[in-house]
């Protein structure tokens, strides 16, 4: 192992690594397990090719401490944890079904402390794979692959009546604005619990065929592409890519809210903080967009019945709720209070846990 990885490893605070070399394809393999005292570790598993497999650790040891936070955030007892495979280049399909069993392998060689699903570069498909060899698959029962869109759909959904709710002192949504940026997975299951619930709708996609869909199917205003972040709009819902919050679209912004899916929505920390200078309230994207993650959690403990799994899913809202009053009562970003309540919740080990 070269220095680099030694370092990063010694370096960082969480509980084990897992490295591994898959011989047959060139790919390193990755487990971050950040935060096992709890009862097991979940996150997903990502396949993607790095410039060099330090780069994959990188992000194995930065994704599996962002679970940790992302699970405390929700009040959830799980620890934090992540899987990379960081491949050599593309793989024939093949070498990537290959991959996947002897991924399964060594998944199923700790024995449940890793529970890991779909994440960047895998798909549903991918993880049935996986499950062939191995017991600890979230998000898959009996040979079917769930689909964890309309679950972080609802998350959102109710991390946007906290965010209304915390601004206006009322969560109603009716005749509220929202622009949802990205009508895919999760913006289409959005819209249509939005429009349900009566608010305006704005959508856009650069798919103009996606956009054009939903509008119809809402009565929805269609936004380009361009001019998302100068529409005056209550709520805008980031749920296409990431860094949409920057120096540049911060200074644009028409909008009280910023609460949507998209992982990464921040291009550095310091964006928070402009967002609250702006007094935008910022729901912050690991929270909000928990809910897949909530439900597949539920799953995985044996929970089938839906509405059971999306009454956890809701507990966003009050997990969302607080993260707000603290950050108003200490008057700074709810990204740097939902740490803090993460952290308040780790150091309580978890006494008001849901799970
Ligand atoms: P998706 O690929 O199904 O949908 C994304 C949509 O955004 C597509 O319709 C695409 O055409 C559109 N899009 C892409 N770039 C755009 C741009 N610049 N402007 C406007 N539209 C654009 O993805 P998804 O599963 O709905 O996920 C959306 C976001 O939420 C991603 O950032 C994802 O990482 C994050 N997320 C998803 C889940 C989940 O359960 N699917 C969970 C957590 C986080």
């Not at 993260?323 to 700074?332: C, L, Q, R, S, V």
Request: with cysteine.
């Amino acid at each position: 192992m070269s220095d680099s990885l030694q370092d990063k490893i010694e370096a960082w605070d969480g509980e084990a690594v897992v490295v591994s070399y898959d011989k047959p394809t060139g790919t390193w393999i990755f487990i971050a397990l950040h935060e096992t005292d709890s009862e097991s570790s979940i996150g997903g598993s990502r396949m993607k090719t790095y410039d060099t497999p330090a780069h994959g650790l990188e992000d194995a040891l930065r994704l599996g401490e962002g679970m940790t936070y992302k699970w405390a955030g929700v009040g959830i007892r799980f620890g934090g944890a992540k899987g990379v495979m960081a491949t050599p280049g593309p793989l024939d399909e093949a070498s990537r079904d290959g991959l996947l069993l002897r991924y399964g392998k060594l998944v199923q060689s700790l024995g449940g402390r890793f529970r890991t699903g779909v994440d960047l570069g895998t798909t549903p498909e991918d993880l049935l794979r996986v499950a062939e060899t191995c017991d600890y698959i979230v998000g898959v029962a009996d040979g079917h692959s769930e689909d964890p869109g309309p679950f972080t759909a609802l998350g959102v959904f109710v991390g946007i009546r906290a965010a209304v709710a915390h601004r206006h002192g009322d969560g109603s949504l009716a005749g509220r604005s929202v622009l949802i940026q990205g009508v895919g997975d999760v913006g289409l299951p959005l819209a249509e619990m939005l429009h349900d619930a009566g608010a305006k709708l704005l959508v856009s996609d650069i798919d103009a065929s996606v956009a054009a869909a939903a509008a119809e199917r809402f009565g929805a205003r269609i936004v380009a592409p361009a001019d998302v972040y100068d529409t005056e709009v209550d709520v805008y819902a980031p749920c296409a890519i990431g860094a949409t919050l920057n120096p540049d679209t911060i200074p644009r912004l028409r909008c009280h809210i910023v609460a949507g899916s998209a992982n990464n929505q921040l291009l550095t920390a310091a964006d928070a903080d402009a967002l609250h200078d702006r007094e935008i309230l910022y729901a912050p994207d690991y929270i909000i967009n928990a809910g897949g993650a909530v439900a597949f959690a539920g799953l995985y403990d044996g929970i089938d019945d839906t509405s059971e799994l999306n009454a956890r899913v809701e507990t966003i809202e009050a997990s969302l709720a607080r993260i707000f009053d603290a950050a108003t009562a200490a008057d700074e970003s709810p990204m740097i209070a939902a740490r803090r309540v993460a952290e308040q919740f780790l150091s309580t080990n978890g006494d008001d846990a849901v799970a």
